[in-house]
């Protein structure tokens, strides 16, 4: 008998105690011998089927030799933190779906578990129920990673469906989100993109094996997104999509950044809606491979967070780990990168020409929207600054 432990038992943390008990033949089958959870950490008790688990006294879990595992999900990087060091210093392996915590401390954490000689595996932290993290440091070993973007949190892609396809208010739809269990504790990291930010940080810490400081990263969310630009985009081809992005640079850095943009409808990465997620990864070799599934809610996470948990305890030659350098070094500034960029302007298009020279007319009426060539942030900032801008975003390409 495998005896694992969890710590929290919000939406994350009972959907892992549920598909372990759920799918205990198929886990049993893959590793020879049952899987059980043996306790739960909580800071209240409640009544319910895993009350007899529950203790709130960590040093129960700390001091159990039997406990082999330990999956928190208790989210944020405070008592996570503590209780994640002193489960991997007492010999476990530890598995979450925390992305607080592995953008701003997976670097050492990682390190403490090599040390020791267990796993830290996070799989469920990006894109909650689809593999990516893995696939990323194995399966594209081989290539050179030149860059990654994708829709990267359930709760604003959710929101952003139901208010253009059904006219759901911004309130409602996040209302809806939240009680669907996709939302942070605190929505305002989903809805200002920070959580976005985070999963960002982490796929460009593996994709190019050097921390990305989060507090780097400029993270601009869904709160200012007006669904009049939704629409104008819409019209001209285009779907407006909230975007993480990480790529590595021409000269050899690397940048990163979260903001909504233009995507042109040929791109599937356009069409994915509701709490779905699209991750597109760009390796050398392999050109664009992209990944799609349920990026948040309780049963698609826990699956990523089972799944962590078998493969630390599988027998056999240890898979690569995943790891990446402390120093941040590399980093530069999304403002030099160049695309087009759309604006909306309360003023004329002879204004938007004067500003950019050449630009392409999507909706002239009383304001004018318009695309721009290709240009860096820059210099987008730049010459829109004599303008009365209502609206700019960057375009994929
Ligand atoms: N709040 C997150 C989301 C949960 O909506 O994507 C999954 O990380």
């Known amino acids: 008998m495998i005896q694992v432990a969890i710590l929290g038992l919000g939406t994350v943390g009972t959907g ?12 049993e089958h893959k590793l020879g011998e049952p899987l059980r959870v043996k306790t739960i950490l909580v800071r209240h008790f409640k009544d319910g089927p895993y009350r007899r688990l529950m203790t709130d006294d960590f040093r129960q879990i700390e001091e159990d030799p039997e406990i082999r ?9 405070g008592a996570a933190y503590e209780y994640t060091k002193r489960a991997l210093a007492a010999g476990k392996h530890v598995v979450t779906a925390n992305k607080q915590l592995v953008a701003e401390r997976g670097c050492e954490l990682l390190e403490l578990a090599r040390e020791k000689q267990v796993r830290y595996l996070f799989e469920a932290s ?8 893995h696939p990323l440091t194995q399966c594209m070993a081989a290539n050179r990673i030149d860059e990654v973007y994708g829709i990267l949190n359930g709760t604003t892609n959710y ?9 759901t208010s ?3 739809a996040l209302a809806e989100a939240q009680a669907k269990g996709y939302a942070e504790a605190d929505p305002t990291a989903d809805v200002a993109g920070i959580d976005t930010g985070r999963k960002t940080c982490i796929l460009a810490d593996l994709a190019f094996g050097q921390q990305v400081d989060p507090e780097e990263v400029p993270m601009e969310g869904i ?11 819409h019209r001209a081809g285009y779907r ?3 975007l993480g992005r990480a790529l590595r640079l021409p000269g050899g850095g690397h940048t990163a950044y979260v903001a909504p943009h233009l995507i042109p409808e040929e791109n599937p990465v356009s069409n994915v809606e509701d709490v779905f997620n699209a991750v597109v990864v760009r390796g050398n070799a392999t050109g664009d491979v992209m990944f799609y599934g349920k990026g948040a809610g309780a049963l698609p996470t826990a699956s990523a967070c089972a799944a962590d948990v078998m493969e630390c305890l599988q027998a056999g030659p240890r898979q690569q780990e995943s790891t990446w350098s402390s120093g941040t070094a590399g980093f530069e500034d999304p403002m030099e990168l160049s695309s087009r960029h759309y604006f909306r302007i309360a003023g004329t298009l002879s204004e938007a020409v004067t500003a950019f020279g050449n630009v392409e007319v999507l909706a002239e009426n009383g304001e004018t929207a318009f695309l721009t060539d290709s240009i860096s942030g820059r210099d987008a900032l730049r010459l829109s600054k004599d303008l009365n801008v209502r609206a700019s975003m960057r375009v994929l390409a």
């Open 240 to 242: 407006v999509k909230l």
């Open 16 to 27: 892992v105690a549920r598909v372990m008990e759920e799918n205990a033949k198929q886990i």
């Open 126 to 133: 990006v894109g909650g129920g689809i593999p990516i993290l």
């Open 170 to 172: 911004f309130e409602d």
């Open 159 to 167: 929101i952003l469906t139901r208010m253009v396809r059904m006219g």
């Open 69 to 77: 595992v330990v999956v928190e999900t208790i989210g944020g990087v």
């Open 223 to 233: 709160t200012g997104l007006s669904l009049t630009d939704v629409k104008i985009a």
